[in-house]
């Protein structure tokens, strides 16, 4: 009987200690930082005070200056009031967005738009201070810009006459 027992102690300690060597695994998944969005505050800055919003793409051969308030407002709905918590596989971002008073900047930001990775991140000082989820609108113009749509859309027509 006391064999017996002994066994049931080791039983039991050799599975915990093979549930202790499972749990360090799922524990090693890196976990990307989590930053909350841009203030309310500075969000409506932007959206009484932007007169010049600059969208830089790093891989489009184009970039993209906006200057009328109706088209600045448009882009600032692509803003999720929701902060992210950044991946840690999306190290390059797409493009930055400048957002301008006057021709001074007031706010920058890289977007991302990647599997898994499809967010706003605005920098101060060059770091990465706040992040913004993208709404269905921004989702659909990131989806337009990536897939051409936008480009072709805005190249002038050949006149073959």
Sequence with gaps: MAFGLILSCNSNESSSQSESKVEPTEKVQPKGQTLPSLPLERMKRLWDETTQLDYIFLNLPISMNMDNQEAIRSSLSHFAPDGV????????????????????????????????CKYFVWLENGKKTYANAMTPSGLEFMEKMFSGDILNNAREPINRN
Excluded: P, R, S, W
């Excluded at 493009?95 to 890289?110: K, P, R, S």
């Design 85 to 116: 918590t950044l991946k840690t596989n999306c190290k390059q971002h797409e493009g930055t967005m400048l957002f301008a008073v006057e021709g001074e900047i007031i706010e920058e930001c890289q977007f991302f738009y990647q599997d898994g």
